[in-house]
C-alpha cells in the first residue's frame, strides 16, 4: 500500500502510548525484580507496584486494596462472575465476556432500545428475590451507546433495601464493564453506583492483556485463578509490574485530557457523520444520537455489502470494522444489531468506525473523501 | 549501597532479555492492531502472533494448535485443572500453585524422599480408578531436583492400558509445571510423556505475565475465561501479541544456549557449593546431588537465622532467598523443606541461591567470599 494509512477501529485496540512504554520501560530488564522477594530493590518494585495501583485506585475515587489486576477485561469479567450460582441479568447487547459468562447461570436477558441502550425499568422488571448480579457495560463497544448506569445503581439500592425488610440476605450486585468509555467518560465508582467495575489497559493506550476488577469492600468474592496468593489472595501469579506501572500511566494520561480528547473526537466523528449523511440519504446511523462516546460511529448503507466495503475501505488505506473484532472474525451477523432491531439489509450494510488518538482533523476529513467515493462506487455496481 | 549487586535469585524472577524486548517492541505502538480484526495490518499481526506460536510450539514438539497462551504459570495450572472433577495426585513439595488448586479436590498428596524426589511407585500406588489428574512439576523451584517424568509417565501408561482393559473410560492425565527448568534441560513434551505441560516466560528471561498450557489433543478441556472465543475457545481475551512474540525469542534463546548454559551455571554453582562447604563444615545441600537444576543451590547453616542472612547478604549486595518468593514473603516455613523431612535447625538456616544469566565467575567468587565472611560472623555471634 502506498496510501497513507488511516486507523478508525480505536475500540478495537490501541497503540501504546510511548509515554506509557517510556514508563514501563525500567521494569522490563533493570528493575525486574519478584516484587515477593525480601531484598531491597524487589521491595522497592514492591513500592512502585504497589504505588501504581493506588494511583489507578485514586482515579476511578476507589481504595487500592480493592483493585484486584487482571489479565485484561475478559478475565476481570469472568472474576466478576466466579462466585455467582443465583440469577442474574445482562442486557441482549452485551459483548461476548459477559454473555458467554451468562450462559453459564440462570440469565434473564433484558431487551435494549433502539439505541443500545438499557432501560433501568427493565431490569427493574427483570430482578427476582434470588437475583445475585446485573452486568452492564458502561458504553456498547459497537454502537457507543452510553448506559444509564447511575438510573440501573439506584433500581438495585431500592432492591437491597426491600431485600432488608423482607429479611432476604441474597446479596445483589451491580457490575459494570468499562473496557469502552473510560478516558472519555468520567470514572467514578461511587459516582456511578457500582459494586464491581472491569477496566481495560489495551483500550486506553496502555499494555495489552493487563485490566482490573475493582471490587467494593462489602463484595464476597473468590478467586478463580489460586497459587501464591497475590492481589490478597484473589488473583495468584507474579505481578506484572510493567504492564501495571503502563496501566496507571495510561489511565493518567487518557483522563488529564478527557474533556479536550472528547471534545476533539466528537466534532471530527460529527464532520464524519455529517458528511456521510448528506451524502448517503438512506444512511442509518446507530447508537444513541446524545448518550453516545464521542469516537464512536457506528453506520449502514442498505444495499451495501458491509464487509466488502471494509476490505475496499481497507485497499485504500483506512482500517474499519464492521463490529467487534473477535465477533466480526467470526463472520457471523452481530448480534448487537439484532438487539436494536437493525433490519438484516442495515445490519449487512454496516460499519463501525471508531476515532481516537490516531485521528486528526486531516485524516478525517480524507477519510470521508475516501469513503463517499467508494460507497458511491459500490452503489453504481449494486444498482446496475 | 554503594556495592556491586549480585543477583542470585535467578529462580524468583528473571530480567527480560535485551534481545527479547527488541522483539517485542514493534507490537507495542507500531503493529498494535488487534489480530482479530480483518484489515491487511491486523492479518499481519495475527500471522506473527500464529508464528510465534508455531516456533514455541516446535521448540517442545509439539503443534501450534495444542498451545494455549496464558497470563502465566499460576494460570496455566488452573486451567489444567480445571475440568477435573474426580480424584487427583500431587506431591507434597509441589508449588503453591498446584497445591492450592489440589486443596479444591479429592487430591493424595505423595511424599517426597530427602532431595525432594517423587518416586513413579509412590504415585503407582496411590493410583485409583477413579484418578484423573496426577501433576508433578519438572523440577522443584526450591531445591532444583530435578522430576522422573518419564518414570511417572511410564506409571501412567500402563494404568491407561490396564483401565482399557476393564473398561473404565475414566481418563487419566499427567501435568507438569516446567515453570523451573526450560532452558536448563531439554523440553519435548512427547519424550516427558506428559499430556499437559506448563510454561513461564518470566522465568525465561521473557515478559512476565506471559505463559502457556500445551495441551495433547485427546485432553478435554474447557475454558476458564470464557469471551471473545480466543486461543480455539479455551481462553478468552485480546491476544498479547507483543508478549507472545517475546516468549517465544525467549525460549528460542534460552533452548539455543542451553547445553553451554547449563553447564557454565553447573561449574559456577559447583564452585560456590564447594567452598561453602568446604568452609563449614555443618552445612547442608539439600536437593538431589545429581538431577538437580543447573543454578540451584540450597544449603543450610544449622544454627544460623536463614531470614537474618538474606538480610545481611542483601547489605553486601547479595540478592538470595529464603524460599519461593511469594511463600517467603509470608513468613512461613516452607512446605518443601518440611516434605523432604529438614530439622527445623536446618530449615530455618536456610538459603536458595539461584544461578542465571547475571551470574559470572567474578561475582560468584565475590558473592562466595562474602558469604564465608558474614556467616562467619553470624555464627561467632549466635556462638557467644
Known amino acids: ?31 525486574f525484580y519478584n516484587p515477593s522477594s525480601p531484598y531491597a530493590p524487589a521491595v522497592a518494585v514492591r513500592r512502585v507496584y504497589e504505588s501504581a495501583k493506588h494511583l489507578i485506585a485514586s482515579q476511578i475515587g ?5 483493585i484486584i489486576i487482571t489479565a485484561g477485561a475478559t478475565e476481570s469479567i469472568n472474576l466478576a462472575f466466579n462466585d455467582i450460582d443465583g440469577h442474574i441479568i445482562v442486557p441482549s447487547a452485551e459483548h461476548h465476556s459477559v454473555l458467554n459468562c451468562a450462559k453459564k447461570l440462570d440469565a434473564t436477558t433484558v431487551s435494549v432500545d433502539k439505541y443500545g441502550m438499557v432501560s433501568a425499568d427493565f431490569i427493574k422488571a427483570a430482578i427476582r428475590p434470588n437475583t ?24 438495585i439500592k431500592a432492591e437491597r433495601e426491600t431485600r432488608l425488610l423482607n429479611d432476604n440476605k441474597t446479596p445483589i450486585y451491580f457490575h ?13 465508582v461511587a459516582r456511578l ?11 486506553i493506550y496502555g499494555p495489552k492483556q493487563v485490566g482490573l476488577l ?70 442509518v446511523v446507530s447508537g444513541h444520537p446524545k448518550h453516545r462516546l464521542a469516537g464512536h460511529l457506528h453506520i449502514s448503507f442498505p444495499g451495501i455489502d458491509g464487509e466488502r466495503l471494509v476490505f475496499i475501505l481497507e485497499n485504500r488505506g483506512i482500517m474499519v470494522a464492521t463490529g467487534s473484532a473477535c465477533a466480526a472474525n467470526k463472520g457471523t451477523r452481530s ?4 438487539a436494536i432491531g437493525l433490519s438484516d439489509e442495515l445490519s449487512d450494510g454496516s460499519i463501525r468506525i471508531t476515532l481516537g488518538h490516531l485521528s486528526t482533523p486531516e485524516n478525517i476529513k480524507r477519510a470521508g ?16
Chains 1, 2 share one sequence.
Not at 453506583?193 to 483500550?203: E, F, H, P, Q, R
Not at 478527557?258 to 455529517?274: I, N, V
Open 132 to 155: 445475585q448480579l446485573i452486568s452492564v457495560a458502561l458504553a456498547n463497544n459497537e454502537l457507543g451507546t452510553i448506559q444509564p448506569l447511575r438510573d440501573i445503581a439506584q433500581v
Open 1 to 31: 500500500m502506498n496510501t497513507e494509512l488511516i486507523y478508525l477501529d480505536h475500540a478495537a485496540a490501541t497503540p501504546l502510548d510511548r509515554r506509557v512504554l517510556m514508563a514501563m520501560q525500567p521494569y522490563f530488564s533493570d528493575e
Open 214 to 283: 475493582w471490587v467494593a469492600s462489602h463484595v464476597r468474592l473468590s478467586p478463580q485463578i489460586v497459587g501464591g496468593g497475590q492481589e490478597r489472595g484473589i488473583r495468584s501469579g507474579t505481578e506484572n509490574v510493567a504492564g501495571v506501572v503502563g496501566f496507571s500511566r495510561a489511565l493518567e494520561l487518557v483522563n488529564d485530557h478527557r474533556k479536550y480528547e472528547s471534545e476533539r473526537l466528537a466534532k471530527l466523528r460529527d464532520s464524519l457523520q455529517m458528511v456521510l449523511v448528506n451524502t448517503f440519504d438512506k444512511a
Open 176 to 188: 459494570s464493564d468499562a473496557s469502552q468509555g473510560v478516558g472519555q467518560i468520567d470514572i467514578n
Open 335 to 338: 448480534h448487537v444489531l439484532t
Open 62 to 66: 476507589a481504595k487500592p486494596g480493592e
Open 369 to 384: 473523501e475516501i469513503m463517499i467515493e467508494e460507497i458511491k462506487r459500490e452503489y453504481k455496481r449494486v444498482n446496475k
Open 193 to 203: 453506583g457500582v459494586d464491581m467495575l472491569t477496566m481495560n489497559a489495551g483500550k
